[in-house]
Every structure is written in C-alpha cells, then in structure tokens.
C-alpha cells in the first residue's frame, strides 16, 4: 500500500512563446501540488495554456520562470537530468495517442523499454502484463497499432506510459479522440491508476465531464490557473 505524499509542486511557473514581434503568455505565474494517488484535472478551452503547462511538468518544454519540484527535486535547474526524468518519472498520454504505426501494440509498450536497456525477457513480460490490464491481449498483442480501432491505441498508450513504472502520469485530453462510452473506460483506467497504484495523474482537458474523476480541479484560461470546487 502506498502513502500518500506531496509528488508534485508547481510554483509560480510561466513560459511565453514568441512569434517575431508578438508575446503570447501561455502560461502566466501557475501554482500548484499534486499528491501520489490522486487525480488532478486541469480545465480550460483550446489556447487556454493548459497543454503548455503540463508539457512543462514534463520537460518537453522549459519554462522561462518558476520551479517545478518532483519530489523536491528541481527539473527547471540547468543541471537537471531530464532525460532521465523523462524515461524514469514520467509517463505521457496524448490525445493523438502518438503510437508508431508500423509497430504492433506489444512492441510500442516495449520500445520505452528497450530505451532504458531493460532485457528483452523482461520487457516482453512486463508489456503482455500492461497490456493485459487494458484488455489488450491475443491477436491484439500482434496487431499494429494502424490497424486498432481509437480505444484500442488509447489503451496500448496507456499501456505504454506505464512501461517504465512512473510515479507521474500526464494526460493530454485522453478522451478527445474517443465516443462516449470508451471514454469513460479510459478515465476509469486512469482512476485506477492512482487509487489502487498510487501513481500521480495529471489531467489536462476541455471537458468538464472529465471532473467526475478529479480529487482536484483546476481552471485556466489566458495561462492563469485558479482552483475550483468539485
């Protein structure tokens, strides 16, 4: 059984992009925590910064100000193995699903892996066992990614950020690309994860269907976050 602690602490984080003349402040002083086992949603329409502020959590992008702690470590530092962070801490969903196509579903889950230089015996294990937890199993296993209907590939993406066991899950609007229904296994999946697994879940999304789920919710509109109540 896990305990619960702080995982996560954003504080006072901002990022600016720049486009010739023009400053667009994506991301505008955004503050918060985020504990081991708890779901934390992000809500905001399109443009609003919340897909740049979880890539900060991430370190797919750097912000120009702020920290963000990852069990009180700094990943904004310059010395900050982010690569490592990347691999080891964190695991993405994306709304897009982002599997390489010509792959089959057990070799997307073991590329993260293989990257990390897990032996292949073990890799294998672990991502028929990931898999398996998603209802991906059989010909399923063999199947290229291409060729999975969109709830399939949300499932082998999940599969996928759990490869390397992370404490941190980032969602980029799991659901957007989903109907209804499948959508709604995709958030329980993700529930899971944090209530019976104690992983860290991020959520970022446009729907606020997804707040069901949410221990916590944020607003952001114009890169400015405030708390909301659930």
């Not at 900050?80 to 080891?88: H, T, W």
């Not at 019976?196 to 707040?211: A, P, Q, S």
Request: hydrophobic share 40%.
């Amino acid at each position: 059984m896990y305990e619960k602690e702080d995982l996560l602490e954003v504080r006072k984080v901002s990022k600016t992009f720049r486009s010739g003349s023009a400053e667009v402040k994506a991301v505008d002083e955004a503050s918060f925590r985020a504990q081991k086992g708890e779901v934390t949603v992000i809500l905001g329409p399109s443009g609003s910064g919340k897909t740049t502020l979880l890539y900060l959590i991430g370190s797919l992008e750097r912000p120009d100000a702020g920290e963000i702690n990852v069990f009180g470590e700094d990943i904004c530092r310059p010395d900050a193995d982010l690569v490592s962070y990347r691999r080891k801490r964190v695991g993405f969903v994306f709304q897009t699903f982002n599997l390489i196509p010509s792959l089959t579903a057990l070799e997307n889950v073991t590329l993260p892996m293989d990257l990390d230089g897990v032996p292949a015996g073990e890799q294998r294990r672990r991502a028929e066992e990931l898999l398996a937890g998603m209802g991906i199993e059989g010909r399923l296993l063999r199947a290229r990614a291409s060729r999975l209907s969109g709830g399939e590939k949300q499932r082998v993406a999940i599969a996928r950020a759990l490869a390397n066991d992370p404490d941190l899950i980032l969602a980029d609007e799991p659901t957007g690309n989903l109907d209804s229904a499948t959508g709604r296994v995709v958030v329980d999946i993700l529930t899971g994860l944090a209530k019976r697994e104690g992983k860290c879940v991020i959520i970022v999304t446009h729907d606020e269907g997804m707040l069901r789920a949410a221990d916590w919710a944020y607003q952001m509109r114009d890169g400015q976050l405030r708390g909301i109540e659930i």
